[in-house]
């Protein structure tokens, strides 16, 4: 068995609408019997046995590759689940008989899921060759590989109680760094730092001496003590201050750095050493007696207290304190990072001078139940735990510790209390705040040893967003066989005018603000992405093609409104593994399963299968049409539903029997005057989208009459303009539907000869390739072929042969002319243009190919602008970018 292929589905996709592998395997001619599948059985470690839920039997196993595939996709899912995933069931599809199949298993982290397929290859293909793998270690392996990629605890339990609330997060580096809600109402946080946590308050509270300094000038109680240059003066300053000392880096936190409790000579300068390799200045401070708490302050409000507790081992009469400290390490909740509940223990030179105090080193054997403290301090980060006290704190104490994180400047804080008790103020137990800590650790909250988890997240959130504030931006998802990039730019030209900055995506680029940003084809989930990133963007139109969504899913979780233009015929067929229009649409129909249940989908009610897409929209459905009387919009309307269509000349919104005028055709240049029908369905489909994102009736008429189709607004969607008395049409559409609405228009246009000049892309079927030129040589006179550079994978030549198998026989008044290339083509058709003709380009490189086309006009006829000066009306026709264009 091989992989064919493994592709990462990254958001909602056709199969999902969770984060997927979709892999192609191919099996061999060598069935697995039952011995091989019994030997990997054997394989199995009784873990992941339990954690397997094989969908296949042994007996069919031997008999089917279905079973051989279906347990390549139960043991990736057992894989993932044993290294810490909480992933659904694996699915199987069959794709050729006995040869082929699709296997689905769902990932959290891909590195991980991809290594766990990789993995369960290696057993399959270990059963059949007789070698044995250490799944023991390997599933070890893929944990700690889970545990050391997967958000922290802190980061991971702020973004759940994002997605909790609806607010979308997406992580920006392999580290903390999270990007919670899109465009310009998107927060970031780093861990327990958010995007309002200043540079200048993390400055203060890294400088412990500055810290305590300002908090002592507002009243707040901290514990007296200096600066120190060298372990000589350290042990000095302990000598001035009296009593047990306290010796840390006057920058730092998470108590890297840090001793307490100090008392003889050696402890101290040992403590300066082991602090000042951490920060060049080190604090000597008085030791405050009592237990270590820790208060947690986000926006101005205590949410949650902790006792912390020292790092201990307690013995059993048999083990050295060294043993001990290996056996706790075995605990599932202790790891080498912050990823875990608890840190590991240590043994380092700070814990070796503790236990020298208790009379002990790291080979005594204490005594059953005797406790050996090995370190004073009690953080998390070395080997502390925690129990939560949240309910104990007095309200003075928490009003100081809202006072310390005020002080220093911070929107979260973590405040470091020493005190004998936290439910009496502070004043009476002669406690201190002694340290105020920026981004500080969310564990001992979320996950203490003992007491009550608290939502810690779900503070976050809230301090960050308002109540009712899910820090979305307005999202449209435009898709369809053609029409799709026309109606992106109409809906993004239509909130541009309303005031908000637009981010837009399509086959053009990627724009923000009507200034592009990016070029080439930008329809897919990465542009996307970028747009709904980009903290300038105020709402997002993003034409959203079939590739992208095969090939790595949506770009997005959810949008406000999906727009369907329409399923056309003999597009794409055959690749990425669609192989009939129903499947086709399918794919078109992923945008419809996520719109949100307070958004619309906008749906062609004269196709069929968009149509039929309503039933999978959960929120409301607005039809659009160019015939009043069709009978999908007049069952909508029956029911209340929304629709808009024409009647009398005039774009109309309709919301049951009620009907309320948009725009006369005629004032739309985009229409030329109504007689272009399927850029009518594109400002149908584009009013509706506007009317489903609350914009005014006046907004939507004034955007729709101003939206031009020159070829700055919409190159290569059907821009008209006039040569030697000829009318020129330039239009990108290169499938059999885009054709049939070309020479519909084309009808209703004057000339007395029409020309084209037309190629066939290498990748599309035989048949589609047939059909094209078969639309081609019923309508055009003058037919210009030409074969591209790339021919996707064919032959040089087989496209023209197909091309001319389509024209048929010679027909009377039709010449075929074959060129060299597009841009010989386009000179060939214009150089043969006579007054009262018509030639229809196709625009394969849109950009090169229209600046092309401007050139010859401007050498010929003076008073022509080029493409990118201002066009002169006598020149260039407003007609717009064209449904029929291919999108």
């Given at each position: 068995?091989k992989?064919?292929?493994?592709?990462?589905?990254r958001?909602?996709?056709l199969w999902?609408?969770?984060?997927?592998?979709e892999v192609?395997?191919?099996?061999?001619?060598?069935?697995?019997t039952?011995a091989?599948?019994g030997h990997?059985?054997?394989?199995?470690?009784?873990?992941?046995?339990?954690?397997?839920?094989?969908?296949?039997?042994q007996?069919?196993?031997?008999e089917?590759?279905?079973?051989?595939?279906?347990?390549?996709?139960?043991?990736?899912?057992?894989?993932?689940?044993a290294?810490?995933?909480?992933?659904?069931?694996?699915a199987?599809?069959?794709?050729?008989?006995?040869a082929?199949?699709?296997?689905?298993?769902?990932?959290?982290e891909?590195?991980?899921?991809?290594?766990?397929?990789?993995?369960?290859?290696?057993?399959?293909?270990?059963?059949?060759?007789g070698q044995?793998?250490?799944?023991?270690?390997a599933?070890?392996?893929l944990?700690?590989?889970?545990?050391s990629?997967?958000?922290?605890?802190?980061?991971?339990?702020?973004?759940?109680?994002?997605?909790a609330?609806?607010?979308?997060?997406?992580r920006?580096?392999?580290?903390?760094?999270v990007?919670?809600?899109?465009?310009?109402r998107?927060?970031?946080?780093?861990?327990?730092e958010?995007?309002?946590?200043?540079a200048?308050?993390?400055?203060?509270a890294q400088?412990?001496d500055?810290?305590?300094?300002?908090?002592?000038?507002v009243?707040?109680?901290?514990p007296?003590g200096?600066?120190?240059?060298?372990?000589?003066?350290?042990?000095?300053?302990?000598?001035?201050?009296?009593?047990?000392v306290?010796?840390?880096?006057?920058r730092?936190n998470?108590g890297?750095?840090?001793?307490v409790?100090?008392r003889?000579?050696?402890?101290v300068?040992?403590?300066?050493?082991?602090?000042?390799?951490?920060?060049?200045?080190?604090?000597?401070?008085?030791?405050?007696?009592?237990?270590?708490f820790?208060?947690l302050?986000?926006?101005?409000?205590?949410?949650?207290?902790?006792?912390?507790?020292?790092?201990?081992?307690t013995?059993d009469g048999?083990?050295?304190?060294?043993?001990?400290?290996?056996?706790?390490?075995q605990?599932?909740?202790r790891?080498?990072?912050?990823?875990?509940?608890?840190?590991?223990?240590?043994?380092?030179?700070?814990?070796?001078?503790?236990?020298?105090t208790?009379?002990?080193?790291?080979?005594?054997?204490?005594?059953?139940?005797?406790?050996?403290l090995?370190?004073?301090?009690?953080?998390?980060?070395?080997?502390?735990?925690?129990?939560?006290?949240?309910?104990?704190?007095?309200?003075?104490?928490?009003?100081r510790?809202?006072?310390?994180?005020?002080?220093?400047?911070?929107?979260?804080?973590?405040?470091?209390?020493?005190?004998?008790?936290?439910?009496?103020?502070?004043?009476?137990?002669?406690?201190?705040?002694?340290?105020?800590?920026?981004a500080?650790?969310?564990?001992m909250?979320l996950?203490?040893?003992?007491?009550?988890p608290?939502?810690?997240?779900?503070?976050?959130?809230?301090?960050?967003?308002?109540?009712?504030d899910?820090?979305r931006?307005?999202?449209v998802?435009?898709?369809?066989?053609?029409?799709?990039?026309?109606?992106?730019?109409?809906?993004?030209?239509?909130?541009?005018?309303?005031?908000?900055r637009?981010?837009?995506?399509?086959?053009?680029?990627?724009?923000?603000?009507?200034?592009?940003i990016?070029?080439?084809?930008?329809s897919?989930?990465?542009?996307?992405?970028?747009?709904?990133?980009n903290?300038?963007?105020?709402?997002?139109?993003?034409?959203?093609?079939?590739?992208?969504?095969?090939?790595?899913?949506?770009g997005?979780?959810?949008?406000d409104?999906?727009?369907?233009?329409?399923v056309?015929?003999?597009?794409?067929?055959?690749?990425?593994?669609?192989?009939?229009?129903?499947e086709?649409?399918?794919?078109?129909?992923?945008?419809?399963r996520?719109?949100?249940?307070?958004?619309a989908?906008?749906?062609?009610?004269?196709?069929p299968?968009?149509?039929?897409?309503?039933?999978?929209?959960?929120?409301?459905?607005?039809?659009?049409?160019?015939?009043?009387?069709?009978p999908?919009?007049?069952?909508?309307?029956?029911?209340?539903?929304?629709?808009?269509?024409?009647?009398?000349?005039?774009?109309?919104?309709?919301?049951?029997?009620?009907?309320?005028?948009?725009?006369?055709?005629?004032?739309?240049?985009?229409t030329?005057?109504?007689?272009?029908?399927?850029?009518?369905?594109?400002?149908?489909?584009?009013?509706?989208?506007?009317?489903?994102?609350?914009?005014?009736?006046?907004?939507?008429?004034?955007?729709?009459?101003?939206?031009?189709?020159?070829?700055?607004?919409?190159?290569?969607?059907?821009?008209v303009?006039?040569h030697?008395?000829?009318a020129?049409?330039?239009?990108?559409?290169?499938?059999?539907?885009?054709?049939?609405?070309?020479?519909?228009?084309?009808?209703?246009?004057p000339?007395?000869?029409?020309?084209?000049?037309?190629?066939?892309?290498?990748?599309?079927?035989?048949?589609?390739?047939?059909?094209?030129?078969?639309?081609?040589?019923?309508?055009?006179?003058?037919?210009?072929?030409?074969?591209?550079?790339c021919?996707?994978g064919?032959?040089?030549?087989?496209?023209?042969?197909?091309?001319?198998?389509?024209?048929g026989?010679?027909?009377?008044?039709r010449?075929?002319?074959?060129?060299?290339?597009?841009?010989?083509?386009i000179?060939a058709?214009?150089?043969?243009?006579?007054?009262?003709?018509?030639?229809?380009?196709?625009?394969?490189?849109?950009?090169?190919?229209?600046?092309h086309?401007?050139?010859?006009?401007?050498?010929?006829?003076?008073?022509?602008?080029?493409?990118?000066?201002?066009?002169?009306?006598?020149?260039?026709?407003?007609?717009?970018?064209?449904?029929?264009?291919?999108?």
């Amino acid at each position: 068995m091989k992989t064919d292929s493994i592709r990462a589905l990254r958001g909602p996709n056709l199969w999902s609408d969770d984060t997927l592998l979709e892999v192609v395997l191919v099996v061999d001619a060598d069935l697995p019997t039952p011995a091989m599948l019994g030997h990997l059985r054997g394989c199995m470690t009784r873990e992941l046995a339990a954690m397997t839920q094989p969908i296949w039997d042994q007996s069919e196993a031997s008999e089917s590759h279905h079973g051989e595939a279906s347990l390549i996709a139960e043991l990736t899912a057992a894989l993932e689940r044993a290294a810490g995933s909480d992933i659904a069931p694996p699915a199987v599809h069959e794709l050729v008989p006995g040869a082929t199949y699709r296997v689905l298993v769902q990932y959290q982290e891909e590195e991980v899921g991809r290594r766990a397929l990789a993995l369960a290859l290696d057993l399959l293909t270990a059963a059949r060759t007789g070698q044995r793998i250490d799944l023991a270690a390997a599933t070890k392996e893929l944990r700690s590989l889970n545990q050391s990629i997967r958000l922290g605890p802190s980061t991971g339990a702020i973004v759940r109680a994002a997605e909790a609330r609806g607010i979308p997060a997406r992580r920006l580096t392999e580290g903390s760094l999270v990007v919670l809600g899109h465009g310009s109402r998107a927060r970031r946080i780093w861990a327990a730092e958010t995007d309002r946590t200043s540079a200048i308050a993390e400055s203060i509270a890294q400088d412990k001496d500055l810290t305590k300094s300002l908090l002592a000038a507002v009243g707040v109680p901290v514990p007296e003590g200096r600066s120190v240059e060298n372990a000589e003066e350290a042990w000095q300053a302990a000598q001035e201050i009296g009593g047990p000392v306290v010796v840390k880096p006057r920058r730092g936190n998470q108590g890297r750095g840090v001793s307490v409790a100090l008392r003889t000579r050696e402890a101290v300068m040992a403590a300066y050493d082991f602090a000042r390799a951490q920060e060049d200045e080190v604090l000597v401070e008085r030791h405050v007696e009592g237990c270590d708490f820790r208060l947690l302050v986000i926006g101005g409000r205590l949410i949650s207290a902790a006792r912390r507790v020292c790092p201990t081992v307690t013995g059993d009469g048999q083990h050295t304190i060294t043993e001990l400290v290996d056996i706790e390490n075995q605990n599932p909740r202790r790891g080498e990072d912050h990823s875990t509940a608890l840190s590991k223990l240590r043994l380092d030179e700070i814990g070796r001078e503790m236990l020298a105090t208790q009379g002990m080193t790291v080979d005594t054997v204490p005594a059953a139940g005797q406790v050996v403290l090995l370190r004073r301090n009690a953080n998390l980060s070395t080997g502390g735990s925690a129990i939560d006290i949240t309910d104990e704190v007095h309200p003075l104490v928490a009003e100081r510790a809202i006072d310390a994180a005020a002080m220093v400047g911070l929107d979260v804080a973590g405040i470091d209390v020493v005190a004998t008790r936290i439910d009496q103020p502070l004043d009476v137990t002669r406690g201190a705040i002694v340290e105020v800590n920026a981004a500080p650790g969310l564990r001992m909250h979320l996950e203490p040893s003992e007491g009550t988890p608290r939502p810690v997240g779900e503070a976050m959130i809230n301090s960050m967003f308002p109540h009712g504030d899910n820090g979305r931006i307005p999202i449209v998802a435009v898709t369809g066989t053609n029409g799709k990039t026309t109606t992106t730019r109409c809906v993004a030209h239509l909130l541009q005018r309303s005031g908000r900055r637009v981010g837009m995506t399509c086959t053009d680029g990627i724009y923000v603000g009507g200034r592009r940003i990016d070029t080439g084809d930008c329809s897919g989930p990465k542009s996307a992405r970028a747009v709904l990133g980009n903290p300038r963007v105020d709402a997002a139109v993003l034409e959203t093609a079939r590739g992208g969504m095969l090939r790595e899913g949506l770009g997005f979780d959810w949008c406000d409104v999906a727009v369907i233009t329409n399923v056309g015929e003999g597009d794409h067929l055959g690749m990425g593994g669609i192989a009939t229009v129903q499947e086709l649409a399918r794919v078109k129909a992923i945008p419809v399963r996520r719109v949100s249940a307070q958004g619309a989908a906008v749906l062609n009610a004269d196709d069929p299968f968009v149509a039929d897409m309503a039933k999978l929209c959960r929120g409301g459905v607005i039809f659009f049409s160019r015939n009043p009387a069709s009978p999908v919009l007049a069952a909508h309307r029956n029911q209340g539903g929304k629709a808009v269509t024409v009647r009398s000349g005039s774009i109309i919104l309709c919301t049951g029997r009620d009907e309320r005028p948009v725009a006369r055709l005629s004032d739309l240049p985009l229409t030329h005057g109504g007689r272009i029908g399927f850029q009518v369905e594109n400002l149908l489909a584009a009013v509706a989208a506007g009317h489903a994102l609350g914009l005014s009736l006046d907004a939507i008429r004034t955007g729709i009459e101003t939206f031009a189709s020159d070829l700055d607004t919409v190159p290569g969607r059907f821009n008209v303009l006039t040569h030697r008395g000829a009318a020129v049409i330039l239009d990108y559409g290169h499938n059999s539907s885009a054709l049939l609405a070309l020479c519909e228009a084309i009808e209703k246009m004057p000339h007395r000869r029409r020309k084209i000049v037309y190629t066939a892309a290498g990748d599309r079927r035989d048949e589609d390739i047939i059909r094209q030129a078969q639309i081609i040589g019923d309508f055009f006179h003058d037919i210009y072929i030409y074969e591209d550079q790339c021919t996707r994978g064919r032959p040089s030549g087989e496209i023209m042969r197909i091309m001319r198998e389509g024209f048929g026989a010679e027909k009377p008044g039709r010449a075929v002319l074959q060129e060299v290339g597009e841009f010989g083509a386009i000179s060939a058709a214009l150089a043969g243009l006579k007054p009262g003709e018509l030639l229809l380009c196709q625009v394969d490189q849109v950009e090169l190919a229209l600046d092309h086309v401007m050139e010859i006009v401007r050498q010929s006829e003076a008073h022509i602008p080029s493409v990118h000066a201002p066009k002169s009306k006598a020149a260039v026709v407003a007609l717009p970018a064209a449904a029929a264009g291919g999108g």
